[in-house]
């Protein structure tokens, strides 16, 4: 629900998928942003988190610089 005092949505949220972004309505940016910025504030010493980057494949596929 949007509040006349605060922005909709309230999270900028950039999605890259096998390289290529793709577009977001505007719950996908406060599900994401708000889930993933949530859990990262909740870190010890990141409770001021402003941006987040975040990288995410299966475990089963390899890094593109050949790391773990």
């Known amino acids: 629900m949007s509040r006349p005092d605060r922005p ?3 999270y900028h949220v950039v999605l890259t998928v ?5 577009p977001l309505r505007n719950f996908i940016h406060e599900a994401f942003g708000g889930a ?3 859990l990262v504030r ?13 990288h995410i ?12």
């Open 8 to 10: 909709w949505p309230r």
């Open 18 to 22: 096998d390289g290529e972004e793709r």
């Open 36 to 38: 993933v910025l949530g």
């Open 42 to 54: 909740a870190l010890k010493d990141c409770e001021d988190a402003e941006e987040v980057e975040l």
């Open 57 to 68: 494949r299966p475990a089963d596929v390899k890094a593109p610089d050949g790391g773990a």
